[in-house]
């Protein structure tokens, strides 16, 4: 039995495991506000799912407050804490697995990453705890062999704490709080599907230094997606998993772990289809940020309300009921299950 709250280490990757040998995936939720987290943590305690917590950037530095007479980088790293200090406190107390995870951060967001690093060594020296469970490091604008040599030197760094690393191969189409591309900007659209040589690569140098994911692209879009506008074809993650189980002379498994971006409206049978070839972490930002919108504007424009917090909570409760049930993370919590 594993204690609730916020996992790392040998736990993430039992964590991971069961995922990918019951074939489910685990929400990441980007947090924009502490109530947000509050009740995302609520709905996962509800529905007896583990789930993964993530923070960009411009959304730490948001929390932390732009008017701090600090550099964007001091906020960044002050909200991180305040987020990752909450989170620690609280999730423990929801009786389920919590994943704390930073998303995207490209080669000018590395300082922040080694600033939360530096204070995870600290963390630990004090709680004997990582602060974060995992960090994204998304160098997929650049050559391969310079964005599996900069995660390798980091997986190594993050490994002798116990937190993983998601590392990104081709290019996740949209943009996310200040990162990424605007999809008619993307001239190659090649680079929105990643060749599984890619993949194959990155696996064989890296998987062996820790614990590694992959957000491998297959037509993934962030925000919400335009209908027509790509296709996704998951079966790039099938074609990556067999490319490395042949190699290794193995018979065909999920041995790669891999995530899925830009989830929020994606069509039941393209996730199916992705759990199925290896998905165990499922983003979905978008989804939960209008169903949050909708409980304030419900609120204060329709019913003229100004106390709303109580409905964007009903509205997440019910959006994390749906997403729980979609993903089939529901009542598979590692904490009560020790299969
Ligand atoms: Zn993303």
Known sequence: MIKPGIIWGKHYKQLIDKAKRHQYAL???????????????????????????????????????????????????????????????????????????????????????????????????????????????????EPIDQNIDTCKFWLKRFNSLGIGLEMELGITGGEEDGIGHELNSIKNTDLLYTNPADVLKAYNELNHLGNLSIAASFGNIHGV????????????????????CQQKNISLSNIVNFVFHGGSGSSRQNIMEAIEYGVFKFNISTDIQFAYSQGIYQETITNNNCSYLHFT?????????????????KNQTITSHCS
Not at 124 to 140: A, E, G, R
Not at 232 to 237: Q, R, S
Not at 319 to 329: A, T, Y
């Open 27 to 141: 929400p990441a939720i980007n947090i924009t506000t502490m109530d947000m987290l509050n009740n995302v943590l609520e709905a996962a305690s509800i529905y007896k799912s583990d789930i993964i917590i993530q923070l960009s950037y411009e959304r730490a530095q948001f929390i932390a407050g732009y008017g701090l007479n600090k550099t964007p980088l001091e906020c960044a790293t002050i909200g991180a804490l305040m987020v990752a200090t909450h989170a620690h406190l609280l999730a423990k107390h929801y009786g389920i697995c919590v994943v704390l995870h930073t998303d995207h951060a490209n080669r000018r967001l590395i300082p922040w990453i080694e600033q939360l690093v530096n204070l995870s060594d600290y963390w630990y020296k004090q709680h004997k705890t990582p602060l974060f469970s995992s960090h994204m490091i998304d160098l997929s604008e």
């Open 225 to 244: 997606y335009k209908v027509g506008n790509v296709r996704l074809k998951p079966t790039i993650l099938q074609d990556s998993q067999r490319l490395i």
């Open 313 to 329: 909570r009903k509205k997440i409760l019910k959006k994390m009921k749906e997403v729980f049930h979609l993903l089939g993370s």
